[in-house]
């Protein structure tokens, strides 16, 4: 089994930076694709980022140029960058692994952005 741990989560003000992290643990054989989910209130989850086990990115249209998905493959940790952050980015975020051709999913972490 895998476990995902998140991290990084708290109140910001709009303009604000935070880091989230996300530990995969258990027993894990190889990870492929990471990626980062949030889910606001009254919304369906959505795609933040991902990065495949190469190393390619790709970005919501709404985040693109503020935020900054990365992994450590040695720590089995995804993070997600979030600069220049809006009321809009408040949400819960999930990351989301691919591991050992299973999706595995964290508890989320909440994130708030006031204006």
């Known amino acids: 089994q895998v476990q995902l741990v998140e991290s990084g989560g708290g109140l910001v003000q709009a303009g604000g930076s935070l880091r989230l992290s996300c530990v995969a643990s258990g027993s894990i054989f190889s990870i492929r694709d990471m990626a980062w989910y949030r889910q606001a209130p009254g919304k369906q989850r959505e795609l933040v980022a991902a990065i495949s086990s190469g190393g390619s990115t790709a970005y919501a249209d709404s985040v693109k140029g503020r935020f900054t998905i990365s992994r450590d493959n040695a720590k089995n940790t995804v993070y997600l960058q979030m600069n220049t952050l809006k009321p809009e980015d408040t949400a819960v975020y999930y990351c989301?692994?691919?591991?050992?051709?299973?999706?595995?999913w964290g508890q989320g972490t909440q994130v708030t952005v006031s204006s």
């Open positions: 989301r692994i691919q591991a050992n051709n299973d999706y595995y």
